[in-house]
C-alpha cells in the first residue's frame, strides 16, 4: 500500500495505525466475493478494496429492496388471515 497518502501523526491521541488499517482492508478483501475469487498473490489497493465493498454494499440493499418489493407483491395476493400471510409479514418486518 504504498501509494498511500501519509497521515500527520498526533501524539499522544489514539488513533488507527498504519498496521491496523492494513489488517483491516484485507479482512475487507476477504469479504467481497469479487475479490475473494482472487490468488493470495495478486496484490489490490485499498482503494479498488474499498471501491468494491461500497459496491457490493449497494448491490445488497438493491437485493434486499427487490425482494421486500416482491414480498409485499406477495403478501397483496393472499389471504391477509392466511399462515402464509403471517409468515411473509414476519420476513418483512
Known amino acids: 500500500m504504498s ?14 495505525s498504519d498496521d491496523q488499517i492494513a489488517d483491516l482492508v484485507s479482512k475487507l478483501q476477504q469479504l467481497i466475493p469479487e475479490l475473494r475469487r482472487r490468488r493470495s498473490s495478486d496484490k489490490v489497493s485499498a482503494n479498488r478494496v474499498l471501491r468494491e465493498t ?38 418483512l418486518m
Open 3 to 16: 501509494s498511500r497518502r501519509s497521515r500527520p501523526r498526533q501524539s499522544g491521541v489514539s488513533g488507527i
Open 54 to 91: 461500497c459496491n457490493y454494499i449497494r448491490n445488497l440493499h438493491r437485493e434486499v429492496d427487490d425482494l421486500s418489493e416482491r414480498l409485499s407483491q406477495l403478501l397483496d395476493s393472499t389471504d391477509s388471515d392466511s399462515a402464509q400471510a403471517a409468515i411473509i409479514r414476519s420476513l
